[in-house]
């Protein structure tokens, strides 16, 4: 176990690098951006203490264990981490995140159910930042249709972020 001290006395725990290493090598990459994207804020003055523990996990147990997983020679073991990390890939690909930039490598292998794999890791990762894309252009959008029916844009104006959206949308 990992503790850190608040000022006021309280404590956080965090699991020790130790027990880790017991996991499936996508568990401590999960476990990582979990504690990132969904509890790190509430650390308060722990905030940047935590986030130099998570930043040695990466290093001493997460991407070790999964690249040497991805780059042994059990394909079996591969298959295996590649298909839970898809499955988490597809419920929230911000989790598989760190996977990311180790799936090129995994594109060029020969064995064709991990080339699969993969590609639907990637597709997954693809999707999503289209999504968020395509978000980013809902907004603009909106707030221009609100400009426009205030008076304050042309109708040219208009009409050129609405083409722009609409061939996003394609």
Do not use: C, H
């Not at 991407?63 to 020679?73: A, F, H, Q, T």
């Not at 991990?114 to 980013?136: C, D, G, M, Y």
């Not at 042309?154 to 972020?161: D, G, K, M, Q, R």
Request: hydrophobic share 35%; no cysteine; net charge neutral.
């Amino acid at each position: 176990m990992k503790i850190f001290q608040k000022k006021d006395g309280g404590y956080v725990q965090l699991i020790g690098k130790e027990k880790m290493l017991e996991w499936p090598i996508e568990l401590p990459l999960i476990f990582i951006e979990y504690v990132r994207t969904k509890l790190l804020d509430n650390y308060g003055e722990l905030k940047k203490q935590v986030e130099e523990y998570l930043d040695e996990i990466m290093e001493d147990v997460a991407i070790p264990r999964m690249i040497s997983v991805l780059n042994g020679d059990d394909k079996d073991e591969i298959i295996s981490a590649l298909t839970r990390i898809e499955e988490i890939s597809k419920k929230n690909v911000e989790m598989a995140e760190p996977i990311k930039k180790y799936l090129g490598n995994l594109l060029k292998n020969n064995n064709k159910e991990i080339v699969k794999l993969a590609e639907n890791i990637s597709k997954n990762f693809e999707s999503a930042e289209r999504k968020k894309t395509a978000a980013q252009k809902r907004k603009i959008m909106r707030e221009k249709e609100q400009l426009f029916l205030e008076g304050k844009i042309s109708a040219e104006e208009y009409a050129n972020s609405r083409k722009d959206y609409l061939t996003l949308k394609e």
